[in-house]
């Protein structure tokens, strides 16, 4: 199977920062998706991007699907951002990194 | 709120029994997705199913079985219950095959005992 890589593995932010999370995979993909995961466990879809640049308010996400990586832009953090961050690739079938767990203190 | 709905949210069981987990799919979605994410761990593919049939398979043993109803909602029945199968899972709907898009319920929490 792909493998995906993310990191860091985990990040502390004070309120307001910015971050960049980032995602490494194996090989090509058709499919590229971030997701951010609530404390309860829900997984919430932030971009389809299998190829690049996407903005939605203070998040952006970049692919470069020829370098097979993708990164996550969180800037001016707010405590409700923190949780667990995943990089999924594929296609009929995802594989997932094993996430950034971000952590944003007031 | 993705539309995908699962239940049962928590539940407790013993080795060795059998569990069945539930899950209806955003509507006009098709394919329905199941994962298994174990703590501390991204999520695990487990089976796919498109149109009531099922449409890839990942590493997961027979005992792992499911199924895709008319309305497109699914069921995840596990057999012979271990320990590890302890986890949280999460039901996934697409409007194709392709998987373009994907939008996941709130997951089950399985706690095996």
């Known amino acids: 199977g792909i493998q995906v890589e993310q990191s860091p593995p985990d990040l502390i932010l004070q309120e307001g920062a910015n971050s960049t999370l980032r995602c490494n995979f194996s090989?090509?993909?058709?499919?590229l998706q971030w997701f951010h995961q609530n404390p309860w466990g829900q997984l919430i879809n932030l971009f389809y991007?299998?190829?690049g640049t996407k903005q939605n308010g203070r998040l952006s996400a970049t692919t470069v699907a020829t370098e097979r990586y993708s990164l996550l832009y969180i800037s001016s953090s707010q405590t409700t951002d923190s949780g667990v961050y995943f990089c999924?690739?594929?296609?009929?079938?995802?594989?997932f990194g094993t996430g950034t767990s971000l952590t944003v203190i007031p | 709120e993705t539309g995908v709905t699962q239940s049962p949210t928590h539940l407790i069981k013993t080795r060795g029994q059998q569990v069945t987990l539930r899950c209806s799919s955003q509507?006009?979605?098709?394919?329905v997705s199941w994962y298994q994410q174990a703590l501390g761990q991204g999520p695990q593919f487990i089976f796919q199913?498109?149109?009531?049939?099922?449409?890839g398979r990942g590493n997961f043993p027979p005992r792992f079985s499911g199924l895709q109803f008319p309305n497109y909602s699914s069921e995840l029945n596990v057999n012979a219950l271990e320990l590890d199968d302890s986890a949280l899972y999460l039901c996934?709907?697409?409007?194709?095959?392709?998987?373009?898009?994907?939008?996941f319920g709130e997951g089950s929490w399985l706690t095996v005992v």
């Open positions: 996934a709907s697409s409007s194709d095959s392709s998987g373009n898009t994907i939008y």
């Open positions: 509507s006009g979605h098709n394919t």
């Open positions: 999924a690739v594929g296609g009929n079938q995802f594989y």
């Open positions: 090989d090509s993909v058709n499919n």
């Open positions: 991007i299998p190829s």
């Open positions: 199913y498109y149109r009531e049939e099922e449409n």
